[in-house]
Nanobody
Framework: QVQFVESGGGLVQPGGSLRLSCAAS????????IGWFRQAPGKEREGVAC???????HYLDAVKGRFTISRDNAKNLVYLQMSSLNAEDTGLYYC??????????????????WGQGTRVTVSS
């Protein structure tokens, strides 16, 4: 069974950048739609950026122009490049996958398999 593991979280100053990685074991990431979700303290989890099996992307309005989701099929990784970070980007970031999902609106219910999360803290 495929498992996803996130990495790359940490503490970053406002205005800074960070790149998160999602690695898969037990399966090929390019067979999956992949989503990045986050949960801020006291808030519900929300979809940040998703890429479907067909390559279509969907972004949360609040991160458009600042975050980019991309695949590296050779390395079996999906990245979330984050720039111009602000305090509202703080949270636990999860990678999730769904086999063969052709389109996505980056909703939690679309994804069955989830990683454990990596924490991002934006603070001076």
């Amino acid at each position: 069974q495929v498992q996803f593991v996130e990495s790359g979280g940490g503490l970053v100053q406002p205005g800074g950048s960070l790149r998160l990685s999602c690695a898969a074991s037990g399966g090929a990431l390019n067979d999956y739609a992949i989503g990045w979700f986050r949960q801020a303290p006291g808030k519900e989890r929300e979809g940040v950026a998703c890429v479907s099996y067909a390559g279509n992307t969907h972004y949360l309005d609040a991160v458009k122009g600042r975050f980019t989701i991309s695949r590296d099929n050779a390395k079996n990784l999906v990245y979330l490049q984050m720039s111009s970070l602000n305090a509202e980007d703080t949270g636990l970031y999860y990678c999730a996958g769904e086999n063969g999902l052709l389109t996505t609106r980056c909703r939690e219910y679309e994804f069955d398999t989830w990683g454990q999360g990596t924490r991002v803290t934006v603070s001076s």
